[in-house]
């Protein structure tokens, strides 16, 4: 695109000097006139694309624009970019894309002429229709999150906004993705770039991240602040808080804010400096040990008043989420629910290393947590999140499937917003206005349509998971099992997902016959460190 180029108020400028230039060279030859035949209209259409609220790109480059939208007038389905097909991009590709773009505008809902998709491509996924399905419900069967030693638990969705933090996205972003939350019903992350007054203004239901920087709740040396916790997790909006141990998609190595995407006001927000990039540590500095970890939980959720505490993880070396296990049931002290990230999850910012070959992906991860979870006997005491690249209710249902009891999705909901995937997130030149901080392009994001079309992606997501759970034969998401969920493995053979994934039992974990494949990494696992027994 034009990144930070000021396309709008050099069309302005342009306009006036066209028409200032056509006038005069009439008064020379009233011929010239005519000019304003083809100024004039082109100066008017690039004055109703700066008036418009509908379109980001049109408001921030009128007339310019119209590039990226004349391809869609001219043939539905025509490609984007010239260079992909409807089903090869990456990291969405143009289905997914048209899809989320549809239900957050209310637009059409429906394809023509069958699926895109090679149903006989190893990887193909499906869910298996009943011969006695039932009419869906209407209502989203909502749960609560909380266990004993919540005093305020929460009421979810099973479908909200994933971490993405102020900061890494616009004010007039967090705005509108916070004002949906609440038309809509459902939770916005706050990612942990710390709790800012745009996640507060419309009152939508916050989940409060805590990473490894603290911030928002640090003091001037960046140690972990009980004081400034306490007065912001106690505000009515914050519902829920989440520490974060790792993000799928730059797991082990803390978040970063380019220097270039520093404010002074975000400096504020975070009690950090100005000057230079904002690094958060890789690891936690207020516990170093699992043991340590459960007591700092159970401080959380003290010091909020008793809402919910939960934690975010990238599965990395299993030993390690043993050894957390092996401290909740020696303290006793349980989170009250676990976020599961998988590795190809997103990000403005991350070392290509990092992005492409760090971290379980969401599936190994999640079905990985879920059974660690049952063969402890812990499974029913504890919720457990998934995020990764889940935009559909078929992506809901096959997670909730595999172990999930809710969803994360922070990319369709930026898609939501109006991103286009120009891939321009690290370096503050976003032409939609979501991830940069120049007002020039923030000022085309309006938050009142985009919050509308944020509620809409949610309400018509739901409506699609329901709608399949009901084509199944189920009455709950509860009720969705592994097998419910295909996939082809090879061009002739299909596998369920419990036959693709190994399952435990209740307790396995705790009795002399340990499962092959945990074995190992649970004999090795220890609730006072992280690091390995060597027994």
Request: aromatic content about 10%; overall charge neutral.
């Amino acid at each position: 695109m034009f990144g930070d180029f000021p396309v709008r108020r050099v069309f302005m400028v342009a306009a006036a000097l066209s028409v200032t230039c056509v006038a005069w060279a009439g008064t020379m030859n009233p011929w010239l006139w005519g000019g304003f035949i083809i100024v004039g209209p082109l100066v008017v259409l690039g004055i109703i694309d700066m008036a418009q609220k509908k379109q980001t790109i049109r408001r921030n480059f009128p007339l310019l624009g119209h590039g990226r939208y004349l391809m869609e007038m001219v043939r539905p389905g025509v490609n984007q970019y010239f260079v992909e097909s409807n089903t090869d991009g990456r990291p969405f590709n143009r289905v997914v894309r048209s899809n989320i773009y549809q239900r957050a505008k209310q637009a059409l809902n429906t394809v023509p002429f069958g699926t895109q998709y090679d149903v006989y491509e190893e990887g193909y996924e499906w869910i298996n229709h009943s011969m006695n399905p039932i009419e869906a419900s209407r209502e989203e069967p909502k749960e609560l999150i909380g266990g004993s030693e919540c005093r305020q638990p929460y009421l979810a969705s099973h479908f909200n906004i994933s971490a993405m933090s102020y900061g890494a996205l616009s004010d007039r972003a967090v705005l509108a993705l916070n004002k949906g939350a609440g038309l809509g019903g459902f939770a916005h992350n706050t990612g942990e770039g710390g709790l800012s007054p745009y996640h507060l203004e419309h009152g939508g239901d916050i989940i409060w991240q805590l990473g490894t920087g603290y911030f928002g709740a640090r003091d001037d040396a960046g140690n972990f602040s009980p004081e400034r916790f306490a007065e912001k997790a106690c505000l009515p909006s914050v519902k829920m808080i989440e520490l974060k141990l790792s993000q799928g998609a730059k797991p082990g190595h803390g978040g970063i804010l380019p220097a270039e995407k520093l404010t002074p006001e975000i400096a504020r927000i975070r009690h950090v400096s100005m000057g230079q990039d904002v690094l958060s540590p890789p690891g936690h500095g207020a516990f170093q040990d699992p043991i340590g970890m459960m007591h700092f939980i159970a401080t959380l959720r003290e010091l909020s008043g008793g809402k919910p505490v939960g934690f975010k993880l990238c599965v990395g070396q299993k030993h390690e989420f043993f050894a957390v296990c092996k401290a909740m049931l020696e303290t006793g002290i349980l989170p009250d629910y676990i976020a599961v990230d998988g590795g190809e999850g997103g990000t403005g910012a991350a070392p290509l290393e990092f992005s492409n070959s760090v971290g379980t992906p969401l599936n190994e991860g999640l079905v990985f947590v879920h059974n660690a979870l049952v063969g402890c006997n812990l499974r029913d005491q504890i919720r457990v999140f998934a995020g990764g690249k889940i935009t559909t209710g078929f992506s809901m249902a096959a997670k909730l499937a595999m172990g999930a009891d809710f969803c994360y999705s922070a990319r369709g909901f930026m898609f939501a917003l109006g991103c286009i995937q120009a891939l321009e997130c690290n370096s503050n030149t976003c032409p939609t206005g979501i991830t940069t901080h120049n007002r020039d392009l923030v000022q085309g994001l309006v938050v009142e349509d985009k919050a509308n079309r944020v509620a809409n992606y949610h309400r018509n997501t739901i409506h699609s998971f329901m709608e399949l759970l009901g084509a199944a034969g189920l009455t709950h998401p509860s009720q969705l099992q592994p097998w419910h969920i295909l996939r082809r493995t090879s061009f002739n053979e299909v596998k369920n997902l419990g036959q693709i994934f190994h399952y435990l039992h209740p307790g396995e974990l705790l009795g002399d016959d340990l499962p092959p494949l945990y074995k190992a990494p649970w004999v090795r696992a220890r609730a006072s460190s992280y690091e390995p027994s060597h027994a």
